[in-house]
């Protein structure tokens, strides 16, 4: 027999099947369950690329849910992860710009998604984070460790992919506004959808601006931050959906980004133009097929007193044809895709400002195997194809899971690789007079190794703390080959001698992840995660972010409801950072503690009030990966639900 659901996830939509020899039987629920209080009955799809509840995917997945984002009240995803997750640290770079330490991987090795889709552009090697606003997001699926043979390049160390927020309502308008006190920092949106007949469309804006903040003078040299620079943010995106039937639909995207960084004598603007075509079709006796294009281009410039200066232009373009296959049978899913990819890149760091572009193709097959309802094996394997490189790679993951009353336990060994990019093998760039840095067209593509397993237990409590809790152990390892780097390079003279991209031997990271969640039916909630990371080598990423060997995140809410149509809700979260693996110029350990209160009000209302830095920690050296904090600071911020007024 065949029970089939609908699943619309981000964007994403597929036919999630279940064949049975006998006949389902409801099951009566209690009002209190643990899997839904723990989250372990939502949906998601970054793991294996078909829908699975949260306790059912056997690769390691952590979720970022609605109400978490609505606490911490977060502006982007920066904000949301650092309060988040352990073993991730977020630093400033060359020119302020963001760089990412995830598990000892750099940001380049981290692959981010929208709704399953790729962004263009990078700078010192991450992505604009700044792209990835959170106005209409609806959760963040976090799934550590190498998944190239699903995603393919730069899935090296993980992937994070956010999910936009699905609205079944006839029609809904939010409107939303924070103040931070630092930087008299504001950030204002507007979020609407309607659904009509065969259409749904969902439109969001969101506009911050803050000013510089000044961290020191300029007599202090020690500090390689003096100020941070401000400036204003704009995002706006639309997406539309058209229903021609109950098993064919149509989803077109559209997004525009702008940025302006404003500096002591010049400003720096990035904008991106990004669109998109998806048809979604669901066969009648289960599966489904997907086929998307997508556009992305992000593009950098420089102006001295309001006149572009033509010697800091970028632009990345970035074509995608995507296609996907699922096929349920038995208690199995058989899952094919293939991708295209033209990249053209024009950068000031190549020789005359010179274009590059190149072709990569690439095919998966997994095999998702159910054979009984307590085990479950996933297989896949993917080879992917680079013209500029004229390289092949070739990676594959086994992960199974075996579960047990209240328990589980989750293993699996997957590959990852980066193949290297446009800039790595063509960058021909004078650093400020400073030093060459040249490109390498004989670059490897980077390859990892990870092997993992976690147990998970969960269960309830009875008596005064009636309530539920998960706790889980995740032990990993990252084998690093071909790592990407530079070195020395000598030159024909002293005047281009400088640094040169290469292969190196590569590093060994291994670690400890634990998170404990519990929470009771009387509103009362607690979480701890700690990540131990130790490495081979002192420097994984890069001179401005180092991994730290201990982290730590921790969270205590509590929820009431007063009267009919109030509810109050307070959370005193923190983080802690070790002092780093490398030796010289570096931060020291620290915390950071902060306090929110939120009040919704007759459902349509909602003000929360955050007091961050807690304790009024101040670093005494601004290296570039010390918080960015002159001490303790205030944000207040109002959420209107116009249509539940």
């Excluded at 009240?73 to 904000?79: E, F, H």
């Amino acid at each position: 027999m065949f029970r089939r659901k609908l699943l619309t996830l981000g964007g994403l939509a597929t036919t999630y099947v279940l064949m049975a020899s006998t006949p389902v039987v409801p099951v009566k629920r209690a009002r209190f369950n643990v899997d839904s209080v723990l989250n372990l009955e939502q949906v998601v799809v970054t793991a294996t690329r078909t829908p699975k509840t949260l306790k059912d995917v056997p690769v390691v997945t952590q979720v970022i849910g609605l109400d978490d984002i609505q606490r911490s009240d977060a502006t982007n995803i920066q904000d949301l992860l650092t309060n988040e997750l352990p073993g991730l640290e977020f630093s400033y770079a060359m020119s302020q710009e963001t760089a990412l330490n995830m598990n000892g991987v750099s940001g380049n090795a981290i692959l981010f998604l929208v709704d399953g889709e790729r962004l263009a552009g990078e700078t010192m090697d991450n992505i604009d984070y700044n792209r990835l606003d959170l106005n209409n997001i609806g959760r963040v699926e976090i799934v550590k460790g190498a998944a190239s043979a699903l995603y393919g390049a730069n899935a090296v160390g993980g992937v994070v992919n956010l999910i936009s927020r699905e609205n079944t309502e006839p029609w809904t308008v939010n409107l939303n506004s924070r103040y931070f006190s630092t930087g008299n920092n504001w950030r204002n949106g507007i979020r609407m959808s309607f659904n009509q007949g065969q259409w749904n469309s969902q439109t969001c804006f969101q506009q911050t601006r803050v000013n510089t903040v000044r961290l020191t003078d300029a007599f202090d040299t020690k500090s390689n931050l003096q100020n941070i620079w401000g400036g204003c943010t704009i995002n706006l995106k639309e997406r539309l959906t058209y229903r021609l039937s109950d098993r064919l639909r149509f989803i077109a995207r559209g997004s525009y980004f702008n940025r302006h960084s404003k500096r002591s004598n010049y400003m720096d603007i990035y904008k991106d133009y990004s669109t998109g075509l998806r048809l979604l079709y669901n066969f009648s006796k289960g599966g489904s097929f997907e086929l998307s294009y997508a556009y992305d281009q992000y593009d950098k410039a420089r102006y001295v007193n309001r006149i572009r200066t033509n010697d800091h232009d970028y632009s990345n373009r970035q074509h995608v044809v995507h296609t996907l296959l699922n096929l349920p049978f038995n208690r199995n899913i058989l899952t094919v895709g293939a991708d295209y990819l033209n990249d053209y890149l024009t950068t000031y760091q190549f020789k005359n400002n010179e274009a590059k572009r190149q072709q990569s193709y690439d095919a998966f097959v997994q095999f998702d195997y159910n054979p009984t309802q307590w085990f479950n094996m996933v297989a896949s394997v993917r080879n992917d194809y680079f013209s500029a490189s004229h390289s092949d790679a070739t990676t594959a993951r086994l992960a199974a899971m075996l579960k047990l009353p209240g328990f589980s336990i989750r293993s699996s060994y997957a590959g990852g690789f980066r193949a290297p990019s446009l800039k790595e093998m063509y960058m021909n760039f004078d650093m400020a007079g400073i030093m060459m840095i040249y490109g390498n067209e004989n670059l490897k593509p980077e390859r990892s190794n990870n092997y993992n397993i976690s147990f998970e237990h969960y269960g309830q409590t009875k008596g005064w703390l009636d309530g539920s809790y998960s706790m889980t152990l995740l032990g990993y390892c990252n084998k690093y080959n071909n790592r990407i780097t530079t070195t020395d390079f000598p030159g024909d003279d002293k005047d281009n001698a400088g640094e040169k991209y290469c292969n190196d031997d590569g590093v060994t990271i291994y670690g400890v992840d634990f998170n404990a969640k519990y929470h009771t039916k009387s509103g009362l909630g607690t979480g701890i995660a700690y990540n131990y990371l130790h490495a081979s080598a002192n420097s994984i990423t890069s001179q401005f972010s180092q991994p730290r060997p201990h982290s730590m995140t921790w969270h205590l809410d509590y929820e009431k409801l007063f009267a009919k149509d109030y509810r109050l809700s307070s959370s005193i979260s923190g983080r802690y950072l070790s002092r780093p693996h490398s030796k010289g110029e570096t931060s020291n350990a620290y915390s950071i503690w902060r306090f929110s209160l939120a009040l919704q009000m007759k459902k349509a209302y909602r003000i929360t009030t955050i007091v961050d830095n807690l304790f009024n920690y101040i670093p005494k050296t601004y290296y570039w990966n010390s918080p960015a904090t002159k001490g303790t600071s205030l944000s207040i911020g109002l959420s209107i639900d116009v249509d539940k007024i």
